[in-house]
Every structure is written in structure tokens, then in C-alpha cells.
């Protein structure tokens, strides 16, 4: 019911507002609001197919969304993310050494990280955050958000695009979906840990 009621504010917001619509919807998506993309722009490649948009201009608006939603996300990590847990991290057992470890991480791996995260469901809407934290390279961690989120995006939009009237049917399947890639990267992460653990 929630799902239907999201899913029929989002289709009316982006119909009315256009390609600046779906800047503010995926840049939202880009935060921790729950704007799913699979419901954003599957029905964008809808009207793609009837000739109300155009297939480059949304996936340009759609992917500069995502790009400023996860700026965002970055610079709160950045400031507001250190901040909090150079002030609070005792009372969730972390401190400075968890800091240095995760700025360790993001130098080392960020690329990477941030680039498939954007294709793991709730991992992309949180994936910023730590790279912030992590004080990745604001470059590096701008192209790789980019072109992560431009691959999604064009794959979503291309669905909507070609199911046409049909481009609701995504939305049934996404949890299927979102489910299967979240337990593959839980499997691929077990065995990171893993192997390191045994090395």
C-alpha cells in the first residue's frame, strides 16, 4: 500500500516538474530518502517511448541527481560524520583508530567501493557517507559516482523505455532483484573477511 502510494507521488512529481523533477528525485535518492530508483526511472523511459522526454536528457538530468545527492551525503560524512564520532563514537565503541582505518580504506579501495556500491540496493543510499568519513579524493569519488550512476540509470531507464506501458512491472520485481544482489555482495564480503581473517 505504502509502495503504491510512493510509487504514484513519484510518477505524478516527475510528470509534472519534468527533467527537474528528476534531479530533485535522484538526488534525494542519493541521500537516505527512501526515493527508489527503480520506480523513478523506469517510468521516465515510459515517456521516453512517448516522445515527452528525451533518452539522453534523462539520463544527463537523472545521473547530475545522483551526483548532487551523494555530494551531499559526502560532505556530511566529510564534516558532520567525523564530527559525531569524534564527539559520540565512544557510546557505539568507535573512536579515532576507526577513522584512520576507514580513511585508510577509502585511499586504498574508494574507487572501487563507491562504484559498485551504487548498484547494491541501501548500500548507494549510505555509500557516500563513509567515503566523506574517509576523506576519499572529492575527484575520484565525483567520476566513479558518475559513471556508477550512469550505468544504473541508463540500465533502468532502457527497461522503462522498453517495456513501455508495461514499465510498472520492474517495480514488482525489483525486490526479487534487490534481494539476490544484496545476498551476493554479503557472500562476496564473508569471503573478503574471510580470507583476510586466515591470512
Do not use: C
Amino acid at each position: 500500500m505504502l509502495t503504491e502510494i510512493l510509487v504514484e507521488s513519484i510518477v505524478n512529481f516527475i510528470a509534472g516538474a519534468g527533467y527537474a523533477g528528476l534531479v530533485v528525485l535522484m538526488a534525494m535518492e542519493g541521500t537516505i530518502f527512501p526515493v527508489p530508483s527503480e520506480a523513478v526511472l523506469p517510468f521516465a523511459g515510459f515517456l521516453i517511448a512517448h516522445e515527452k522526454f528525451s533518452f539522453i536528457g534523462v539520463v544527463f538530468f537523472s545521473t547530475l541527481g545522483s551526483l548532487i545527492g551523494s555530494l551531499i551525503s559526502y560532505y556530511i560524512g566529510a564534516f558532520g560524520g567525523r564530527h559525531f564520532i569524534k564527539r559520540f563514537g565512544k557510546y557505539v565503541f568507535l573512536n579515532n583508530h576507526h577513522l584512520n582505518l576507514t580513511e585508510t580504506f577509502f585511499k586504498k579501495h574508494g574507487e572501487i567501493t563507491v562504484f559498485v556500491g551504487g548498484f547494491i540496493p541501501v548500500v548507494r543510499h549510505f555509500i557516500s557517507i563513509p567515503a566523506g568519513i574517509g576523506k576519499m579524493n572529492l575527484l575520484k569519488f565525483s567520476v566513479f559516482t558518475i559513471i556508477g550512476a550512469g550505468i544504473w540509470n541508463t540500465f533502468l531507464v532502457y527497461i522503462g523505455f522498453s517495456l513501455k506501458n508495461n514499465w510498472s512491472e520492474i517495480i514488482k520485481y525489483s525486490q526479487i532483484i534487490d534481494i539476490i544482489i544484496i545476498l551476493g555482495f554479503v557472500v562476496v564480503i564473508a569471503y573478503f573477511l574471510y580470507s583476510h581473517t586466515k591470512h
